[in-house]
């Protein structure tokens, strides 16, 4: 069964790091543009970052660039979003998702999540202020 198991997320101050994790089950992922979504309460779920295939392309929400990282190391079949100097509007719960018609980042592709065929269960962010 196709997995997308996302993992590090929890309860931190405005100002301070997290990193997401998201490991994918087969090797197949490898081959697919992978991205980060989020969705706070009452609110609908949003584009945060997206990376090519083989990480040397990628995009970010207006919201988070210059303070969040989107990586990924196809040995392991995970990709991170490494997210520094958070703010209380980073709060959500945030999921990995991926394009598997898709290998090249696209700027116009990438923010829209019904291109994306598989998501994780996703992982709680709480920043406090």
């Known amino acids: 069964q196709v997995q997308l198991v996302e993992s590090g997320g929890g309860l931190v101050q405005a100002g301070a790091s997290l990193r997401l994790s998201c490991a994918a089950s087969?090797?197949?992922?490898?081959?697919?543009?992978m991205g980060w979504f989020r969705q706070a309460p009452g609110k609908e779920r949003e584009f945060v970052a997206a990376?090519?295939?083989?990480?040397?392309?990628?995009g970010y929400a207006e919201s988070v660039k210059g303070r969040f990282t989107i990586s990924r190391d196809n040995a392991k079949v995970t990709v991170y979003l490494q997210m520094n100097s958070l703010k209380p509007e980073d709060t959500a719960v945030y999921y990995c998702?991926?394009?598997?018609?898709?290998?090249?980042?696209?700027?116009?592709?990438?923010?829209?999540?019904?291109?994306?065929?598989?998501w994780g269960q996703g992982t709680q962010v709480t920043v406090s202020s």
């Open positions: 998702a991926a394009d598997r018609f898709r290998s090249l980042y696209s700027a116009t592709l990438a923010p829209q999540s019904r291109r994306y065929d598989y």
């Open positions: 990376i090519s295939w083989n990480g040397s392309n990628s």
């Open positions: 087969e090797r197949a992922f490898n081959n697919y543009v």
